[in-house]
């Protein structure tokens, strides 16, 4: 089956300082990723779509500023965490929707754990 | 605007013990109700789905009916297995097509031999 990698799984890093973390497809072509955050004991929350080639589309309560998405080829999308605070220490996940497999065809990445510190 | 409720866990059940976690949903039109599994160190795997009102969706031995009248979509399974051990996702598709899923918290589950 379809294979979304995500990297790093954890990382820990100073307040201030900026993180990425990298979605990959493995073996179809994604136009559209999806970018989720989830805090302890609650949902997973849509932080943005990311399409190929363009800009991002933000949630609602999103900054757009802080969190930076690059979606510069069909099988790469990436999350930046600018200027990290203890706050945005958090589960982030990935997924990508595979093109004709069907309208809830999603595959998602294993998460990153960040802890701003 | 559109939610998914999931009951708390974490849930523990002896393995061949009967599995309920349940699911309910506030949507305006007719969304798509998903389960998701995720395993340890693993990303979120479809589990069932179903698309309209009666559907059953199953898989795995897990099975889920969309109840429009009750609005939920609760998970079960009549004889878990240690290898269930995971944790579940109930999710909703909006009825416009834009690939947004909106999740609840999850439920862990802890099959014991």
């Known amino acids: 089956g379809a294979v979304v990698s995500q990297h790093p799984s954890r990382v820990i890093c100073k307040s201030g300082t900026s993180v990425k973390i990298e979605c990959r497809s493995l073996?179809?072509?994604?136009?559209?990723m999806f970018w989720y955050r989830q805090f302890p004991k609650q949902s997973l929350m849509l932080m943005a779509t990311?399409?190929?080639?363009?800009?991002?589309?933000?949630e609602q309560g999103v900054e757009k500023d802080k969190f930076l998405i690059n979606h510069a080829s069909l099988t790469l999308s990436t999350l930046t965490v600018t200027s990290a605070h203890p706050e945005d220490s958090s589960f982030y996940i990935c997924?990508?929707?595979?093109?004709?497999?069907?309208?809830?065809?999603?595959?998602f990445g294993s998460g990153t754990q960040l802890s701003v510190l | 605007g559109n939610s998914v409720t999931q009951m708390e866990g974490p849930v523990t059940l002896s393995e061949e013990a009967f599995l309920t976690i349940n699911c309910t949903y506030t949507a305006t039109g007719y969304p798509s109700l998903f389960w998701y599994v995720q395993y340890p160190g693993e990303g979120l795997q479809l589990l069932l789905k179903?698309?309209?009102?009666?559907d059953k969706g199953s898989n795995k031995g897990f099975e889920a009916t969309y109840r429009k009248e009750t609005t939920s979509f609760h998970l079960e399974k009549g004889s878990v297995q240690v290898s269930d051990s995971a944790v579940y996702f109930c999710a909703l598709k909006g009825s416009s097509n834009t690939g947004k899923l909106i999740f609840g918290q999850g439920t862990t589950l802890q099959v014991k031999p």
């Open positions: 990311s399409n190929e080639g363009s800009k991002a589309t933000y």
């Open positions: 073996d179809f072509q994604a136009t559209t």
């Open positions: 997924s990508a929707r595979a093109p004709g497999a069907g309208r809830e065809k999603l595959f």
């Open positions: 179903a698309t309209k009102a009666d």
